[in-house]
């Protein structure tokens, strides 16, 4: 079975705070994606990766930067959290070619105080 | 880029019955369609897809139908349980790409 698991399921920061989540993924897999949930927005894309050290904006990038050192690993940065930063973050995963099934972790939720 | 609407938002039916929930993309140039359901507090999982060349498909009580040429399609649930309650999600691919476009996601809610 494809395992992604995700560093926390509760986080609370202050605002201005730095942020960290991880995202780990034992499949192999080569894409890595981290998405923000919120009601009645659906799934947004926030970066993804394809490769190790590869990195392309998705459709809501600002706030955000992402690392990824290693394939199996994929880090979401928050560099001064913010209140508006509060939400769900799902990690996801997939490998290349025409599979396309992306496996997801089971989130984060993130408060900003 | 490719957009991907999806509706209703919101689809409450009566155990049993039958719901449908549709999605529109804009891209001619997508191939690939799953739909993925997230249960309450769990992370959303590919139920069923479909892919450009096949109009429809089917597996026990689901099934999604493909329109290319009205760049539509839709999810149908038949003969309803409790367990189908859950947020579902369509999405849609570009050929060549590596990056699902989701839709905006149905709350739907089986009433007993």
């Known amino acids: 079975d494809v395992k992604v698991t995700q560093s926390s399921r509760y986080l609370v920061k202050r605002t201005g705070e730095k942020v960290f989540l991880e995202c780990v993924q034992d499949?192999?897999?080569?894409?890595m994606f981290w998405y923000r949930q919120d009601p009645g927005l659906g799934l947004r894309l926030i970066y993804f990766?394809?490769?190790?050290?590869?990195?392309e904006k998705g459709d809501i990038p600002e706030g955000y930067s992402v690392s990824r050192e290693k394939k199996e690993r994929f880090s979401l940065i928050l560099e001064s959290a913010s209140t508006n930063q509060t939400s769900m973050y799902l990690c996801?995963?997939?490998?290349?070619?025409?599979?396309?099934?992306?496996?997801f972790g089971p989130g984060t939720r993130l408060t900003v105080t | 880029g490719e957009n991907v609407e999806q509706h209703p938002s919101t689809l409450s039916v009566q155990e049993g019955d039958s719901a449908v929930i549709k999605c529109t993309y804009s891209?001619?140039?997508?191939?690939?369609f799953p739909w993925y359901k997230q249960e309450l507090g769990k992370r959303p999982q590919l139920i069923i897809d479909?892919?450009?060349?096949?109009g429809e498909k089917k597996d026990q009580r689901i099934a999604v139908t493909l329109n290319k040429t009205a760049k539509h399609f839709s999810l149908h649930i038949t003969e309803t349980q409790p367990e189908d309650s859950a947020v579902y999600f369509c999405?849609?691919?570009?050929?060549?790409?590596?990056?699902?476009?989701f839709g905006q996601g149905t709350r739907l809610t089986i009433n007993p």
């Open positions: 990766s394809y490769d190790v050290k590869m990195k």
């Open positions: 499949m192999d897999h080569e894409n």
């Open positions: 891209d001619s140039a997508s191939n690939y």
């Open positions: 996801a995963s997939s490998s290349h070619g025409t599979s396309y099934e992306q496996y």
């Open positions: 999405a849609a691919i570009i050929q060549g790409a590596q990056k699902l476009v």
């Open positions: 479909i892919r450009s060349n096949v």
